[in-house]
């Protein structure tokens, strides 16, 4: 199992050590603190000034230019705040620039069909306004009719740019424009002006990041006080003694002894009890430990439960790659994974996201080789390592693809029964967990060898060839016992109530238990079919990238341009189905996992250890 194995930890010290103690513990960094003294452990103990740091670390982060001078120590005179004061003013100095600067650009554009004028005085014009319309060229006719004095501008792609001349607003069929009351030139010298200061404003925010070392670490510091002052505040405490708990894994007890030892501190090491309910810190290889995020994002396995990383792991994979279908994009995510290595390979959270992307990319090209496609078509010379069944491509076939998706389905839900069978072992819902086992794969086979379907033809032709006549309903015969058997484990052991010495309401009751029991059936049915968008979104991409080719040979015998529109139809086409394809291989393949799978072998929740460690170094 990869959930660590943990015990609760309980120090007993005097009051006047606490702090020098839950300091030396936050060093440690390997305690997930319990709270004793019933605080609000959901509020976090936070300040102004500390959000304040945090939002201008995060401002300067986002800066297009970063300043790589970076500073080991403030100038004289400035600390954390005042460099976070800073940077904030000069974003509301560069938001409150750019409202304007925007707000100048829609005036330039509504000013200039009108051209250069300034708006008279009323006083010289005797009180008659200038009325500004856009009208449509055909409209001009019905200009003509109107007995007041105006003007045609301009007209431009069939519109006209009219002023009307009137003391009034004039009694016409369309609404005035509100333009600017400023002359086109002013306008545009205080755009210019107002650029060139949003451009200073702009260098000098990337002047600004040369303080982001050094405002991280005192942010990092400020969040160490906080976690130090939350921790201090779940102690128990009276007027000599002090008590403080947690969670640690079982390899780190020693350490913590050692600890305890150096400071003279009582220490109290406790396996938990069957009422308690331990957080739960999961640890897997490398190699696997980037699905580790795919499980956790949905649900936190209970600590006496399991960690279903490995399979997350591996079935993420296949799904992922049925998906897409395609090595050549397969081959497109290996070039840009090969791009990122170096980035990817920092820390170990980066490195275990790597490993999942390259086995995710490897599998869809091997897939993609055996579906031979590549951007949606097959190379004579590529041929021969293409899976075909009844002499055509397998994923071509719906009745192939569809009895592979639901198989996979059935296998994988079994494998859920099967985990929750081991994990209830030695009690009688564990017979439950057995009988679906028997039914979800005893049905699949009773409908993949039944005479009526003959699907099972389909792959054994392609794999031994043709099968004897009385292979076929051995095997349905198989399927109809396992469903047989399986129901009646499930009717029979899904009620809790007493079986031998139960009064006769048990004996009723346990009846309608097994018959609720026996309602999951439609769930089952339904939760394998789920699996069917394997195939359908595999076989709409297959499908999608054979059609843009078609359109991209087609754009190709248009004369002079036909070449260049067939490429752009390619390279937009097959983009786009390449975004498809990460998006319903990322969201469907965790769909299959953390709902129809989890639904099966993960029924309850816990919570995650959160280890008290430092995070300034």
Same mark, same amino acid.
């Given at each position: 199992?990869?959930?660590?194995?943990?015990?609760?930890?309980?120090?007993?010290?005097?009051?006047?050590?606490?702090?020098?103690?839950?300091?030396?513990?936050?060093?440690?960094?390997?305690?997930?603190?319990?709270?004793?003294?019933?605080?609000?452990?959901?509020?976090?103990?936070?300040?102004?000034?500390?959000?304040?740091?945090?939002?201008?670390?995060?401002?300067?982060?986002?800066?297009?230019?970063?300043?790589?001078?970076?500073?080991?120590?403030?100038?004289?005179?400035?600390?954390?705040?005042?460099?976070?004061?800073?940077?904030?003013?000069?974003?509301?100095?560069?938001?409150?620039?750019?409202?304007?600067?925007?707000?100048?650009?829609?005036? @330039? &554009?509504?000013?200039?069909? +009108?051209?250069?004028?300034? +708006?008279?005085?009323?006083? &010289?014009?005797?009180?008659?306004?200038?009325?500004?319309?856009? @009208?449509?060229?055909? &409209?001009?006719?019905?200009?003509?009719?109107?007995?007041?004095?105006? *003007?045609?501008?301009?007209?431009?792609?069939?519109?006209?740019?009219? =002023? @009307?001349?009137?003391?009034?607003?004039?009694?016409?069929?369309?609404?005035?424009?509100?333009?600017?009351?400023?002359?086109?030139?002013?306008?545009?010298?205080?755009?210019?002006?107002?650029?060139?200061?949003?451009?200073?404003?702009?260098?000098?925010? !990337?002047?600004?990041?040369?303080?982001?070392?050094?405002?991280?670490?005192?942010?990092?510091?400020?969040?160490?006080?906080?976690?130090?002052?939350?921790?201090?505040?779940?102690?128990? !405490?009276?007027?000599?003694?002090?008590?403080?708990?947690?969670?640690?894994?079982?390899?780190?007890?020693?350490?913590? *002894?050692?600890?305890?030892?150096?400071?003279?501190?009582?220490?109290?090491?406790?396996?938990? *009890?069957?009422?308690?309910?331990?957080?739960?810190?999961?640890?897997?290889?490398?190699?696997?430990?980037?699905?580790?995020?795919?499980?956790?994002?949905?649900?936190?396995?209970?600590?006496?439960?399991?960690?279903?990383?490995? @399979?997350?792991?591996?079935?993420?994979?296949?799904?992922?790659?049925?998906?897409?279908?395609?090595?050549?994009?397969?081959?497109?995510?290996?070039?840009?994974?090969?791009?990122?290595?170096?980035?990817?390979?920092?820390?170990?959270?980066?490195?275990?996201?790597?490993?999942?992307?390259?086995?995710?990319?490897?599998?869809?090209?091997?897939?993609?080789?055996? !579906?031979?496609?590549?951007?949606?078509?097959?190379?004579?010379?590529?041929?021969?390592?293409?899976?075909?069944?009844?002499? *055509?491509?397998? =994923?071509?076939?719906?009745?192939?693809?569809?009895?592979?998706?639901?198989?996979?389905?059935?296998?994988?839900?079994?494998?859920?029964? =099967?985990?929750?069978? +081991?994990?209830?072992?030695?009690?009688?819902?564990?017979?439950?967990?057995?009988?679906?086992?028997?039914?979800i794969l005893g049905g699949y086979f009773w409908g993949l060898f039944s005479e009526e379907t003959n699907k099972a033809s389909i792959w054994l032709a392609a794999v031994w060839g043709p099968a004897p006549a009385s292979f076929q309903p051995q095997f349905a015969a198989v399927g109809q016992a396992a469903v047989a058997i399986g129901m009646s484990l499930v009717f029979l052991f899904s009620s809790s109530r007493p079986l031998v010495g139960g009064t006769p309401l048990d004996w009723v009751m346990r009846i309608v238990d097994g018959l609720l029991g026996l309602t999951k059936v439609s769930q089952a049915f339904g939760d394998i079919l789920s699996y069917l968008r394997l195939f359908a979104l595999g076989f709409a991409s297959a499908q999608l990238a054979v059609t843009f080719n078609d359109m991209a040979n087609s754009m190709q015998q248009i004369p002079g341009v036909g070449m260049l529109l067939a490429l752009l139809v390619l390279i937009l086409g097959h983009g786009v189905n390449i975004v498809l394809g990460i998006m319903g291989g990322v969201v469907h393949g965790l769909?299959?996992?953390?709902?129809?799978?989890?639904?099966?072998?993960?029924?309850?929740?816990?919570?995650?250890?959160?280890?008290?460690?430092?995070? !300034?170094?």
């Amino acid at each position: 199992m990869a959930i660590v194995p943990l015990q609760k930890v309980t120090f007993y010290g005097t009051l006047a050590d606490r702090d020098r103690v839950v300091n030396g513990l936050q060093q440690l960094g390997c305690l997930h603190l319990v709270n004793l003294s019933g605080q609000d452990a959901a509020k976090p103990l936070e300040h102004a000034e500390r959000n304040l740091v945090a939002e201008a670390i995060r401002y300067l982060e986002a800066s297009p230019v970063q300043n790589s001078n970076q500073r080991n120590q403030y100038t004289e005179g400035l600390d954390c705040l005042g460099a976070a004061q800073l940077a904030l003013a000069n974003q509301k100095r560069r938001d409150e620039l750019s409202d304007r600067h925007d707000k100048l650009g829609d005036d @330039i &554009e509504a000013l200039t069909p +009108w051209g250069e004028f300034r +708006w008279p005085d009323l006083s &010289e014009t005797n009180g008659v306004r200038l009325w500004f319309y856009q @009208i449509s060229e055909r &409209e001009l006719a019905t200009l003509k009719k109107i007995d007041l004095p105006s *003007q045609l501008i301009r007209t431009e792609a069939a519109q006209a740019y009219v =002023v @009307i001349l009137s003391t009034d607003q004039p009694k016409v069929p369309w609404p005035s424009l509100s333009l600017p009351r400023r002359s086109l030139s002013d306008v545009q010298k205080e755009f210019a002006a107002v650029g060139e200061e949003l451009e200073k404003v702009q260098w000098e925010r !990337a002047e600004f990041t040369r303080w982001l070392k050094l405002m991280r670490r005192d942010l990092n510091e400020t969040d160490d006080l906080l976690s130090r002052l939350s921790a201090t505040g779940w102690t128990l !405490a009276d007027q000599q003694l002090f008590v403080l708990q947690g969670w640690a894994p079982k390899l780190a007890v020693s350490a913590i *002894q050692d600890y305890a030892k150096q400071n003279r501190l009582a220490l109290l090491v406790q396996d938990p *009890q069957p009422d308690e309910l331990p957080p739960t810190l999961l640890k897997n290889p490398t190699l696997v430990a980037g699905a580790e995020g795919a499980v956790t994002f949905y649900i936190t396995p209970p600590y006496r439960s399991w960690d279903p990383t490995w @399979i997350m792991f591996l079935s993420f994979t296949i799904f992922f790659a049925m998906i897409v279908s395609d090595a050549a994009y397969g081959l497109i995510f290996l070039g840009g994974l090969l791009v990122g290595w170096r980035y990817l390979s920092g820390s170990q959270e980066s490195r275990s996201l790597r490993n999942l992307m390259a086995t995710m990319i490897l599998a869809t090209i091997g897939y993609g080789v055996l !579906a031979g496609s590549y951007f949606g078509a097959t190379p004579a010379s590529l041929e021969w390592m293409q899976l075909k069944v009844e002499g *055509q491509p397998f =994923v071509n076939h719906k009745d192939a693809m569809m009895m592979l998706s639901l198989g996979i389905g059935a296998v994988h839900l079994a494998l859920a029964n =099967v985990v929750t069978a +081991w994990q209830q072992r030695g009690s009688n819902t564990s017979w439950v967990a057995i009988g679906w086992v028997l039914g979800i794969l005893g049905g699949y086979f009773w409908g993949l060898f039944s005479e009526e379907t003959n699907k099972a033809s389909i792959w054994l032709a392609a794999v031994w060839g043709p099968a004897p006549a009385s292979f076929q309903p051995q095997f349905a015969a198989v399927g109809q016992a396992a469903v047989a058997i399986g129901m009646s484990l499930v009717f029979l052991f899904s009620s809790s109530r007493p079986l031998v010495g139960g009064t006769p309401l048990d004996w009723v009751m346990r009846i309608v238990d097994g018959l609720l029991g026996l309602t999951k059936v439609s769930q089952a049915f339904g939760d394998i079919l789920s699996y069917l968008r394997l195939f359908a979104l595999g076989f709409a991409s297959a499908q999608l990238a054979v059609t843009f080719n078609d359109m991209a040979n087609s754009m190709q015998q248009i004369p002079g341009v036909g070449m260049l529109l067939a490429l752009l139809v390619l390279i937009l086409g097959h983009g786009v189905n390449i975004v498809l394809g990460i998006m319903g291989g990322v969201v469907h393949g965790l769909r299959l996992n953390c709902i129809e799978f989890f639904n099966w072998s993960l029924t309850e929740e816990g919570h995650p250890f959160r280890a008290f460690r430092k995070k !300034a170094i």
